[in-house]
């Protein structure tokens, strides 16, 4: 390959980097604000399940929020995987394998991956919630027929707040389980982390067996010089008791 080609590579693979750096960027910013989008619309279903008056223009223009956002991102992530699969083409057309060259790779592998984990959490939690808010909307719009009706405001009012009980309790154990799922995976990447430390160590140790031998002496030696050290200074004690009791 001559220079001006592996320039031009060079040039290629900066070019890839930037795009991929470029559209990380903008993927993380618009996940900020649908996550926001997806507490404002959780929030606003709460308040228009209790508020009958509520307009449904503003349900229907937070859906179609919700659903255009949805789909930007969804594009975001198909370019950032396709300039990802573009700098796995990269690799293997050059056929380098430089480890800061891997590494990159992987690192925009594994940022995409988390992205993409993170847009279908928050998807499916807004999902769920769609279908809730659908299933207890027609409950509770029974249940004020039948408290209009019947006159049972007390006994409606008691339904009505074992119900935000048992919603509340619903909320801790998802952020329970968001919790212990975040730990998790964090307590696998440290583990994967170590795992690469410790291999990279022992290859060292593999390379270079001169250092592992004058480290062994250097322990023995020092082991050595402890059991020097602690016979003289116990010949000492024993002469010191000898000649005290003398």
Request: with cysteine; charged share 25%.
């Amino acid at each position: 390959m001559t220079k001006s080609n592996m320039a031009d590579m060079g040039k290629l693979w900066e070019d890839l980097r930037k795009q991929a750096r470029q559209l990380e960027n903008e993927i993380d910013l618009k996940l900020v604000s649908f996550s926001k989008l997806g507490t404002s619309y959780s929030s606003q279903r709460d308040f228009d399940r209790f508020d009958d008056t509520a307009p449904l223009i503003n349900k229907s223009s937070s859906e179609h929020m919700f659903d255009t956002m949805a789909m930007e991102i969804k594009q975001l992530l198909s370019k950032l995987t396709a300039v990802n699969d573009r700098m796995v083409e990269y690799t293997q057309t050059v056929s380098m394998n430089s480890p800061a060259l891997l590494h990159t790779l992987q690192r925009h592998r594994d940022i995409l991956q988390d992205y993409t984990h993170e847009f279908q959490k928050t998807e499916a939690n807004i999902a769920f919630l769609r279908e809730r808010e659908d299933l207890l909307g027609s409950v509770h719009r029974d249940i004020n027929s039948y408290k209009n009706s019947s006159g049972l405001n007390r006994r409606t009012d008691l339904y009505l707040k074992e119900n935000d009980h048992i919603r509340s309790s619903e909320r801790m154990i998802d952020d329970q389980i968001s919790i212990a799922i975040a730990t998790k995976e964090n307590l696998q990447s440290q583990k994967s982390m170590l795992g690469t430390i410790s291999q990279k160590m022992n290859s060292l140790g593999n390379r270079f067996p001169l250092i592992n031998s004058l480290m062994q002496r250097i322990n023995i030696r020092k082991r050595r010089d402890s059991i020097i050290l602690g016979l003289v200074i116990a010949v000492c004690v024993i002469l010191l008791i000898l000649y005290a009791f003398h």
